[in-house]
């Protein structure tokens, strides 16, 4: 008799950070029939693997204050549990994971009112809002820094990091760098994340020739909406919005300069690239600054306020890594030192305890 597949719902939406690491462990969970739970318009719609069955419901975060739209969201959060619920039931789901964000509630309040196990995974050194009331709802709690579980005293957390993709992982990935970059040159990559960052674009744009001079190349992923991403012409520019062999170039790159989303940390800690980081201003309770301190706690990285960061201040802060290659050196073991690349098997291996037990 042949048995039948373990069937995971798998809520992850919105940003390349809350995607990623789901499909990273799904990757690991290749026994088990797995769907999605999304949000239309959303990063998943572009980025979950045609395998997976993409399921959509329409609910939205809460905005501060309380007021007539936060009655329309409420309207939206129970009408999106009664939707999951019916799925759930239909589909003979044995279990859900999540990584967080709006999308977990009606997932993980839906499963939990059926009996079903939830594993929820956090990403960032500070748990959001919604982790912090749904965790303890929650079969299991999986923790992408150790320094997450100080803020969820009422839950039992297991420290699994956060997965990256297969390709991240690779030694050999480098070879498939197709960018036209000679062999011996330092390359500044700067990125913002899945979502670009435009005050970090600019910062660059105004910096970039003291780089030139000094002989290194900028690969520069603008993101899509920058109105000034043409601007700058040099043959040792490469502007793009966005690249997808990141692994690869993470691992060519001497240095990044970027935000400090979890995902994107976790894959420069694979890759051991060094980085300055420059925390979204405006990311809840700010949780991207005490993501960076987890890297320069290590020497893994050099924060800065995008607030007090000048063009003077970041040029010469660059110019002096780029001086210094056994800084960089350091840095890059630094940050080597604190990834845990078997993440994906270790979140994997979570799951099927908590939903097969």
Not at 41 to 57: D, H, S
Not at 83 to 106: C, D
Not at 129 to 143: E, I, N, Q, Y
Not at 271 to 282: K, R, S, V
Request: net charge neutral.
């Amino acid at each position: 008799m042949v048995e039948t597949p373990i069937r995971l719902l798998i809520a992850a939406s919105g940003t390349g950070g809350h995607v990623f690491p789901a499909i990273a462990l799904a990757e690991h969970l290749r026994d088990y029939q797995i769907e999605w739970l999304g949000v239309p318009n959303r990063l998943e719609t572009q980025l979950v693997p045609k395998q997976y069955r993409l399921n959509t419901i329409g609910v939205e975060g809460f905005q501060q204050g309380f007021g007539i739209s936060s009655l329309r969201v409420l309207g939206k959060l129970i009408g999106s549990i009664l939707e999951v619920r019916k799925l759930l039931r239909q589909g003979n789901f044995q279990g859900v994971f999540t990584t967080g964000g709006y999308i977990a509630g009606p997932a993980v309040i839906a499963a939990r009112s059926l009996g079903l196990p939830v594993i929820l995974h956090e990403a960032n050194a500070l748990p959001g809002k919604v982790t912090r009331f749904l965790g303890p709802w929650c079969s299991a709690v999986a923790v992408g820094f150790e320094v997450a579980s100080e803020h969820l005293p009422r839950v039992k957390t297991i420290y699994t990091s956060t997965p990256v993709r297969s390709q991240f992982l690779s030694e050999e990935i480098e070879a498939s760098l197709d960018l036209p970059i000679p062999k011996d040159v330092p390359v500044i990559v700067v990125f913002g994340g899945s979502q670009g960052a435009v005050a970090i674009n600019k910062l660059v744009r105004q910096s970039a020739n003291a780089w030139f001079d000094a002989g290194a190349w900028v690969v520069h992923l603008t993101g899509d909406n920058d109105p000034e991403a043409e601007t700058l012409k040099h043959p040792q520019y490469i502007s793009l919005p966005f690249y997808d062999n990141m692994a690869a170039l993470l691992r060519r790159a001497n240095l990044a300069i970027t935000r400090s989303g979890a995902g994107s940390l976790t894959e420069m800690a694979v890759c051991g690239t060094p980085a300055i980081l420059i925390p979204y201003p405006f990311a809840a309770e700010d949780h991207q600054t005490y993501n960076a301190k987890v890297f320069t706690s290590v020497g893994a990285a050099s924060l800065f306020k995008q607030s007090e960061l000048t063009v003077q201040v970041l040029q010469s802060q660059v110019l002096k890594l780029l001086q210094h290659p056994e800084e960089l050196r350091k840095m890059r073991e630094a940050a080597k030192a604190i990834a845990v690349p078997d993440s994906a098997e270790k979140l994997a291996k979570l799951v099927r305890e908590v939903v097969e037990m």
